[in-house]
């Protein structure tokens, strides 16, 4: 039998794979096209109807309609996008490497924290797709947005109980959170909150620094939303998204780095067992 043990890719950071990157994007561009035509769209607007989601305004969009993206943003959103599936890669490359070494305990976690990013990668889809249909489609693009920010709060909310319940716990918390039950406004919303940074701080499988580079996002996003309240132009809509690559760029290299030291500690025990493999 073939032996699928690998030795360790001497210290480089391991990334997506170039076809997966491509058939994520040719997802992004198949789904802008399909969502546009009349009969799929009224579908989509009766579907999304059901669900019962909140109007809120956010920074960009109070007052007014968020402006059309600009060559620039677009090429910001799509770097986004594209970090939005190496994060799901990283966590899933930590759980392959927990595989390798028997360890069901943080096989069972990273698993787990693969689920939220892949979520992380539904909600970075949606944005897109809302972003596409500025000016084509208002009603479309609003309950778009409105869902990935549900999204958005739904991982926020929900990460903790993932990481301790498993990824069946997002959708209690999905309900929750459309019908308004959770919030920054009440306390089973704070609480909740603080489990998931509590998660992310506490474990011993989580990166080091990860916690804070977690934590950094949010409190960006006050700062920016204070310096462009109430301005509603492409440039303030891109450069939160330039300064928001910073920490979610940290968010996507840690894992890797973690993975990568823990393959460069298996890989004499690793290259053993594959030169008794051949021989075998």
Known sequence: ???????????????APLHLHAAWLAL??????VIRVPMVTRILETCLSAVPLRREESSF????????LSAFSWVIHLILYSMSLEMAHGWFKLKESASMSEDAASKKY????FAVYCAACVQSLLTLLSHSS?????KLEAVLLLLDQRIIQTSIF?????????????????????AGKLSFGNWA?????????????????????YCWAYLSVPLLQVLLRNIFEGVITDFA???SAVVLIVPLGLMTFLPKKKYTEQMDEKEPALRTQITSTKNH
């Open 158 to 178: 929900g990460t903790g109980l993932v990481s301790a319940f498993g990824s069946a716990a997002f959708l209690p918390v999905f309900w929750a959170v459309t």
């Open 110 to 113: 990273y698993s787990r924290f």
């Open 134 to 138: 500025i000016g084509v489609n208002p």
């Open 237 to 239: 809509h891109a450069v």
């Open 189 to 209: 919303g704070r609480l909740l909150a603080s489990f998931t940074v509590y998660s992310y701080g506490s474990k011993r499988q989580v990166p080091k620094f």
């Open 1 to 15: 039998m073939r032996s699928k043990l690998k030795p360790s890719s001497n210290g480089c950071i391991t990334w």
């Open 28 to 33: 992004l561009g198949v789904l802008i096209v």
């Open 61 to 68: 969009t109070k007052g007014g309609v968020l402006p059309p």
